[in-house]
């Protein structure tokens, strides 16, 4: 049976490594691979340039930052089903600490041996709690590019998106500590994983697998 594309967006610089515990092997899914954002590139214009990678009427699995950028490529690739997972649809669902300043300014100046080296904070806000998390979420942060991070955080404090373009099915956990979408805006498209958090992709696998694939079926 010849399946839809399936391509995987992971999060802030974050590579595939997020995605080893879901298996969706014989669907052939396609990590999509960032492209390093031009000087002053808006996420839109920049979602623009990453769909040039991609198939028509493919389904697009968003994670986090990811998510956001599924649901502005769709405006521009028709896309048969984006599947959002601890991520956001629109700019209301941002909660309103990451939309009063422009962190990425502070990031900007923070030493990098600091900003992306994992600590209790980092583990907490993620909401991991085993060794195996602890140490792969560590590798992932030593491995993300600063330039990508700053200019993907800076996005999301500007993103102004207030609709989807296609059809779509959000997923999120009920403890997410460092994306807490209001629950008003969760009314409908939603999925909550209970007691997950924002790394609920690694920490609640199985559950996400069985949920996604329910979602993939017949596609």
């Known amino acids: 049976?010849?399946?839809?594309?399936?391509?995987?967006?992971?999060?802030?610089?974050?590579?595939?490594?997020?995605?080893?515990?879901?298996?969706?092997?014989e669907y052939q899914p396609q990590l999509v691979e960032w492209i390093q954002p031009y000087a002053h590139e808006d996420i839109t214009?920049?979602?623009?340039?990453?769909?040039?990678?991609?198939?028509?009427?493919a389904i697009l699995i968003g994670l986090s930052f990811g998510g956001m950028l599924a649901v502005e490529i769709a405006k521009f690739l028709p896309i048969h089903k984006i599947i959002l997972v601890s991520s956001a649809s629109n700019f209301k669902q941002i909660p309103w600490l990451f939309r009063l300043?422009?962190?990425?300014?502070?990031?900007?100046?923070?030493?990098?041996?600091?900003?992306?080296?994992?600590?209790?904070?980092?583990?907490?806000?993620?909401?991991?709690?085993?060794?195996?998390?602890?140490?792969?979420?560590?590798?992932?942060?030593?491995?993300?590019?600063?330039?990508?991070?700053?200019?993907?955080?800076?996005?999301?404090?500007?993103?102004?998106?207030?609709?989807?373009?296609?059809?779509?099915?959000?997923?999120?956990?009920?403890?997410?500590?460092?994306?807490?979408?209001?629950?008003?805006?969760?009314?409908?498209?939603n999925i909550l994983i209970k007691n997950g958090g924002h790394f609920m992709i690694i920490t609640h696998a199985h559950e996400l697998e069985r949920i996604i694939r329910k979602e993939l079926k017949g596609f």
């Open 1 to 25: 049976m010849k399946y839809r594309k399936i391509y995987l967006l992971s999060g802030l610089g974050v590579d595939g490594r997020v995605f080893e515990k879901i298996d969706l092997k």
């Open 101 to 189: 300043w422009d962190w990425s300014k502070l990031l900007g100046v923070l030493p990098q041996k600091i900003m992306l080296k994992a600590n209790f904070i980092t583990f907490w806000l993620f909401g991991i709690t085993r060794t195996q998390e602890k140490i792969l979420l560590s590798q992932i942060l030593a491995d993300t590019n600063t330039i990508f991070l700053i200019w993907a955080v800076r996005q999301i404090t500007k993103w102004k998106n207030t609709k989807v373009n296609t059809k779509f099915v959000h997923l999120h956990g009920t403890n997410d500590r460092l994306l807490q979408l209001p629950m008003e805006n969760l009314k409908t498209n």
């Open 45 to 57: 214009a920049y979602a623009k340039r990453l769909s040039a990678q991609m198939e028509p009427n």
